[in-house]
DNA sequence: ACAATAGGTGACCATTTAGTCACATGTCAA
DNA sequence: TTGACATGTGACTAAATGGTCACCTATTGT
């Protein structure tokens, strides 16, 4: 019998999990790099342990971090697959195409306008 | 210069607009058929107008929701270009392909499921 | 054993948020 | 122009949420 499996979120809990920019932003951390402990990413945010405990707790009960014991630490991984089910809910293949195109076309000006800058 | 494009919007804002179980039934409903009124969209959720309106504020403010009047009327359309940033944040293109192949396994899984079912 | 370190719990408070209502504006058609 | 219809505003209440703290447990190295 399957005891765990990523693909398996409460699409109500990743929605409420991604709406606090703190817990994003730890997001945006473990993308950086996984597999970081409580203390670690308590340093790179200006809240209390407490706070961060919190947040990492319901982003574990989401789905969206998965965690590993060793020893007295505790590591935490991002788990890609509720994001992916985001998408999948709101984009058929039809405009998925028009837009990436879009948002191509959008970074490309960005860059364009970044490198203007830089020059500047 | 541009007055509009639907590739601009406010991270922060896109997020909390999805945070909420109504919202996102709203985005479904829009998904299934764009341009709908506001009294065509309040008679699918059991809430009163105004809460419906208040909800339909917010996914616009996102952006994830563009509107245009036509006399009395405004109707409502879906954006999904917010949709597609949220992937791009934290699903890189070599992850991409791990987590499709397991939601892919997971739906083939499910409609045997189903299928299963309906015979039983 | 001991102190230092890493993580965890429950209660608490300030702020935000969902939903409703009385009331107001603008548009259509007879 | 009159009445019906579609949408909009500001204030209000009840519930949920973010963040902190005092206190607690478990593991490590000396």
Avoid at 76 to 89: G, K, Q, T
């Amino acid at each position: 019998m399957v005891t765990y499996c990523p693909a398996m979120v409460d699409t109500d809990q990743v929605f409420r999990a991604l709406a606090d920019p703190s817990r994003r932003f730890l997001l945006d951390l473990l993308f950086q790099r996984s597999g970081r402990t409580l203390g670690e990413l308590e340093r790179e945010l200006d809240m209390t342990r407490f706070g961060v405990m919190k947040h990492l707790r319901v982003l574990e009960n989401a789905g969206l971090v998965v965690t590993r014991r060793s020893g007295r630490e505790k590591l935490h991984f991002l788990n890609a697959v509720p994001i992916r089910e985001i998408h999948n809910r709101w984009i058929d293949k039809y405009t998925a195409h028009q837009v990436s195109a879009l948002l191509d076309l959008k970074s490309s000006l960005e860059s364009k306008t970044w490198s203007a800058k830089k020059r500047a």
